[in-house]
């Protein structure tokens, strides 16, 4: 969930910045603003390429399933009689597994999946908007690709921290790295998808949310 939410966000936050740094070398959004206000352009500009973002990630989703699906109908493996010897042989390799892999196994079973789900998707969307809004400053503010690289940097440099202070906080999720990194709004997405699976008391996570949605607004 973490890598899914740095990937999109620097997908098509790069996307948001490439639009309105167009439209900006075009001329096009002085016709714009002169019929909405800046904030609906930009809202609408965020909100239509995260639309076109998730669309296409459906469609990688459909292709790989019905990938999937076929290889899985052409080298399927047909159903034979099964052979004693090979029986008990599996059974014996059942035997042999380490413990250590069968707890991995039910601490996988017993993650809180309906909890990261639905943090998932606050998560996703609000950490999406509010990067998508600094990509969509720096399009505003240079007028070539070359001379965006400068202002990216610090952006893509906050990102990396929160990767790096999530991959610190899964060994002391109640340290104050985590804490703090996870109600920072420029690294909640990602440390706090960290810290879900180990427990967090709702009211950081409503706090957490809290933050980074109205810096989201302001931001934009």
């Known amino acids: 969930f973490t890598f899914l939410i740095y990937l999109f966000v620097m997908t098509y936050g790069a996307a948001v910045m490439q639009s309105v740094m167009e439209e900006k070398t075009n001329r096009i959004m002085e ?10 352009l930009m809202m609408g500009k965020i909100i239509g390429v995260a639309l076109v973002g998730f669309l296409q990630l459906i469609i990688w989703g459909v292709m790989f399933a019905a990938i999937l699906f076929i290889c899985g109908s052409i080298f399927g493996t ?6 004693p010897m090979l029986t008990a042989q599996t059974a014996a390799m059942q035997q042999s597994i380490p413990s250590e892999t069968s707890e991995i196994l039910a ?8 909890e990261l789900g639905i943090m998932f998707v606050f ?7 509010l990067y998508a809004s600094f990509f969509a400053a720096v399009g ?3 007028n070539a690709q070359e001379d965006s690289s400068q202002f990216v940097m610090p952006v893509v440099l906050i990102m990396i921290f929160g990767l790096y202070a999530a991959m610190y906080s899964a060994d002391n999720t109640n340290g104050p790295l985590a804490f703090w990194a996870s109600i920072f709004p420029l690294t ?6 960290v810290r879900i699976p180990f427990g967090v008391p709702l009211w950081q996570e409503v706090l957490s949310l809290g933050v980074l949605y109205a810096t989201t607004i302001f931001f934009i």
């Not at 047909?78 to 052979?83: G, L, N």
């Not at 601490?107 to 309906?114: R, Y």
């Not at 998560?123 to 908007?129: E, N, Q, T």
């Open 31 to 40: 016709l714009m603003v002169s019929s909405v206000k800046p904030f609906q």
């Open 78 to 83: 047909s159903q034979v009689p099964a052979d």
């Open 123 to 129: 998560y996703f969307v609000g950490g999406y908007l």
């Open 140 to 142: 505003a503010s240079v």
């Open 188 to 193: 909640s997405p990602i440390v706090m998808m």
């Open 107 to 114: 601490a996988i079973m017993n993650l809180p999946f309906a």
